[in-house]
């Protein structure tokens, strides 16, 4: 009789530890399986950001490229308008010059 008790005792003791155990557990898996869910998303939420910015950042170096471009071009033009602004310099100092010595050959005739 004692023998059953003590058997029956044990074994209820130690049914209720493995079921405390097992609730314990679950809710452990529960808690970690939430956790892995919200990194999920939030990983997910993280790709599309990555994604958007780096959709921007291709669109702004194209950008940075036209505009590269076209400051090439200015600067070319500028210095094809230097040029010809040194030539045309040349050229008026030149017609000064024969203004000058017209007007020299102008004051020995006169």
């Known amino acids: 009789m004692f023998l059953e008790w003590s058997l029956l005792t044990i074994l209820s003791i130690l049914s ?16 970690e399986q939430r956790n892995n869910d919200l990194m999920k998303l939030t990983l997910q939420e993280a790709e599309i950001l990555i994604r958007k910015y780096q959709i921007q950042l291709q669109r702004a170096l ?22 010809r602004n040194t030539k045309y310099r040349q050229e ?15 004051d020995a005739l006169i």
């Open 16 to 31: 209720v530890y493995l079921f405390v155990k097992m609730f314990y557990f679950k809710s452990i898996t529960n808690k």
């Open 92 to 106: 008026t100092d030149r017609l000064n010059n024969k203004i000058k010595a017209l007007e020299g050959r102008i």
């Open 62 to 83: 194209g950008n940075v490229d036209i505009l590269s471009d076209e400051l090439t071009k200015q600067k070319n033009e500028l210095k094809v308008l230097k040029q």
